[in-house]
């Protein structure tokens, strides 16, 4: 009850965009959100290379320090960086479809599951690092990175 409490609120600052901060400027956002999304991408190549094709050496510390680094982006209140005028249609330098701000529903679900998926990533990578077990929640973080990509960012 907690745990789900606590990922609603999540998803809801996702959703929301609470001001966290001093107000962002629109391209101070989808750059925020870029860096966000590509600092993710690269602790999930490194645990894609250890774990999964195995062309690095498995890294117990690492792959900790890989989970973290990703649940940390998923729970750092990214919503505040999904702003008005942010979509597409109002800025080129964006792929986030405006579909975003017209389904806050499928918005809150997959917040939900890329919270909940980071989380327990992290929670597999501190609990003696398991490599079966990592690839295997690995793959569950990828697949909600792509629940959100397929609803809501274009090509
Ligand atoms: C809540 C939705 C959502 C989730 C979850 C999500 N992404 Fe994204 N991602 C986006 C959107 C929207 C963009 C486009 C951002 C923009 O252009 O403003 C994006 C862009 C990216 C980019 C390109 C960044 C750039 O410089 O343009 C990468 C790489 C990426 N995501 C990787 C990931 C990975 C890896 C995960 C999971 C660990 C993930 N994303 C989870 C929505 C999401």
Redesign the pocket.
Known sequence: MRKSGFYLALALS?VTAAPVVAQMDVEDQ?NT???A??F??WN?GKIKSQAIDGDVAYNEQQMLAAANA?AS??NSG?GAL?GPG?A?DKND?????PE?FDKPEK?RE??I??AQA?TKLQEVAANGGDKAALAAQFSE??K??K???D???AE
Do not use: E
């Open positions: 996702l989808i959100r870029q860096s999304f590509t993710a991408a999930m990703i982006v998923a990214l999904f942010t597409m330098d964006t792929r986030l479809k975003f918005a997959v917040a599951g890329f980071a973080v990828g909600s990175c629940a959100c990509h609803a809501f960012r």
